[in-house]
């Protein structure tokens, strides 16, 4: 299940709100435990790692390794 929602000011920490109806829906309880898979909406993780996430990070390819590796996923 994919949920957006806003990150909150809680004291010196941050929070997401997620809403009853969802929680029921997952039936999750008080104490329990899940995973949150977090990303910053609008941006696709796929493309940060294929662009790289600024200049000097990332992945360096040369134009060449681009087109190779654009082969290899073509055929």
């Known amino acids: 299940m994919e949920l957006v929602t806003k990150a909150k000011k809680w004291g010196s920490s941050f929070g997401v709100v997620i809403p009853k109806r969802v929680m029921d829906t997952l039936g999750v309880k008080i104490e329990d435990e899940f995973i949150l898979d977090i990303r910053p ?13 600024g200049k000097g990070r990332g992945e360096q390819k040369t134009a060449q390794e681009w087109k190779d ?3 290899r996923t073509l055929y």
């Not at 909406?41 to 996430?53: D, E, F, H, T």
Request: aromatic residues 12%; glycine residues 12%.
């Open 69 to 71: 590796e654009f082969r």
């Open 41 to 53: 909406s609008g941006r696709s993780s796929a493309l940060r790692k294929l662009w790289g996430k």
